[in-house]
């Protein structure tokens, strides 16, 4: 399967409007954002667990990065709430479920092998650091070569000049929305902004994204089974 796989290409996703597709395993849903591959992928994903659903035992063969969106995600390692951000680097494991339901953020196949440190960020009680313009804070919550991924809250009426993405930009908006001139980005929408591209944001009531720069630049190469 590809999906949006042109990364060439911009692609602004308002994800509420989007169905939930069923995965291989009973009351695990996906709105799939983009993909190369079939059930070995990679991929960008929100993944939505029914209560008291599961999925299989697995290796991260290409590392995995998310985001709790809402509900309880759950492995044999903890329990994790709405605002948790985890990375389980390559050829980690675990056996997922969810006993009261949750939605998460994935994404798949899209880490460096050499980077093996596991993180675990609750951004729902982390410090928020002023950036580097007014009405702009972020939690960092992974700094690599070459990603970058925060959350970062914009104030009512805060004007983000126009910028250069060299390697890439990715966002979701959590909560509230923003604007640049190609359109208008509500709660839930997914934003890719290819490499070489710019843009100019605003936000008039103010909002939160979760944000990840650097990675698009390069091949995008797609996982072997």
Known sequence: ?????????RVAIDTKTQPWVASPLPGVERRMLDRIGDEVARA???VHYAPDSYFSPHEHGGGEEFLVLEGVFSDEHGDYGPGMYLRNPVGSSHTPFSREGCTILVKLWQMDP???????????????????????????????????????????GTVVPSH???????????????????????KGTWLRMPAGSSHQLLSEQGCTIWLKLGHLAGEIIAPTA
């Open 44 to 46: 960008t994903s929100l």
């Open 164 to 186: 250069d993405h060299p390697g890439g930009e990715e966002l979701f908006v959590l909560d509230g929305e923003f604007s640049d001139q190609n359109g208008h980005y509500p």
């Open 114 to 156: 050499d980077d093996q440190e596991f993180v675990r960020i609750d951004t729902a009680s982390a410090t928020w650091e002023p950036w580097t313009m007014e009405g702009v804070e972020v939690i960092r919550l992974a700094e690599r070569d070459n990603e970058r991924v925060y959350v970062m809250r914009m104030q009512p």
């Open 1 to 9: 399967m590809k999906l949006n796989a042109d990364f060439s290409q």
